[in-house]
């Protein structure tokens, strides 16, 4: 399995899954199709499917014209999303498990940003478009603290410690500012955002992470730390934490 990176718009993550060896691709959260249509036909590729995972117009704007470009391609996403993700007609639910491309999806349902969020776990790779970001995650705009408490720690955090993960957005290196600003002493986050300096500083993706290094890195991953918990003292609970953090990074400049 290969994933090609489209970068998008101003900070958007596209990108191309397809089995090595076949010309079949899925596209995961199209914002632009020029971006799109370039990518496929640089790597000689046919589109066969849309995989969205959440109804911002940022992850779904190009979704009719490729649908009109590539004729009757399933477009997939939460059950809930129907009326706001253009052509969705594959509608799923937590857990739910579909190929295509002939590669093997399954669907988490990860409620917070939005109530209809999904991430596609495929092979040992993770598509979390606003819910998960590296060392960082997406604003509640639709969700409590809980359901992200339980969609980021529970859901994705559970994945093997390996998983690699594609977020939506290349927010990262104000995440890790934000990351030391609550946790100064966390080696990890130090030499994480060392590293993503120099891949920034080439023009390069901080994605893919792992579930492991965001485990290490991300405070939201990391509500029960000492030094997080101290930070926002007075939080009772990790999802108390979950959302002083949030309402923190919410300020953070
Ligand atoms: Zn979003
Ligand atoms: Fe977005």
């Known amino acids: 399995m290969r994933v090609v990176i489209v970068p998008c718009l101003a900070d958007n993550y596209t990108y191309l899954i397809h089995q090595e060896g076949r010309r079949e691709a899925v596209v995961v959260d199209p914002a632009d199709a020029g971006p799109v249509l370039a990518a496929l036909e640089t ?3 046919e589109l066969v499917a849309i995989l969205d995972t959440h109804h911002h117009w940022d992850h779904v704007g190009a979704n009719e014209e490729l649908c009109q470009r590539f004729g009757g391609l399933p477009v997939y996403g939460h059950a809930s999303d129907a009326g706001r993700i253009p052509m969705l007609n ?10 295509v491309a002939g590669l093997s999806f399954s669907a988490l349902h990860v409620p917070g940003h939005t109530s209809g969020a999904l991430a596609y776990v495929t092979g040992d790779a993770v598509f ?3 819910t998960l970001f ?4 997406g ?3 639709e969700g409590t603290p809980a359901q992200m408490y339980e969609s980021l720690n529970d859901k994705l955090g559970a994945l093997p410690e ?11 290196q104000a995440n890790l500012r934000f990351a030391l600003s609550v946790e100064p002493d966390n080696q990890a986050v130090r030499a994480k955002a060392d590293r993503v300096a120099a891949l920034r500083a080439r023009g390069e993706p901080s994605v893919p992470s792992t579930v492991g290094e ?3 890195t991300n405070p939201f991953l990391r509500c029960e730390s000492t030094a997080i918990r101290q930070k926002v003292a ?5 999802v108390d934490v979950l959302a002083r953090l949030r309402a923190l990074k919410d300020d953070f400049q």
């Open 128 to 130: 979390t478009g606003d």
């Open 90 to 99: 594959q509608k799923l639910a937590h857990d739910d498990r579909f190929e």
């Open 43 to 45: 790597h000689g590729l």
């Open 214 to 216: 965001e485990k290490a």
């Open 134 to 137: 590296v060392a960082g995650c």
């Open 234 to 238: 007075g939080a009772a609970t990790p």
């Open 139 to 141: 604003r509640l705009f």
């Open 162 to 172: 390996a998983t690699r993960v594609y977020s939506g957005h290349e927010y990262t």
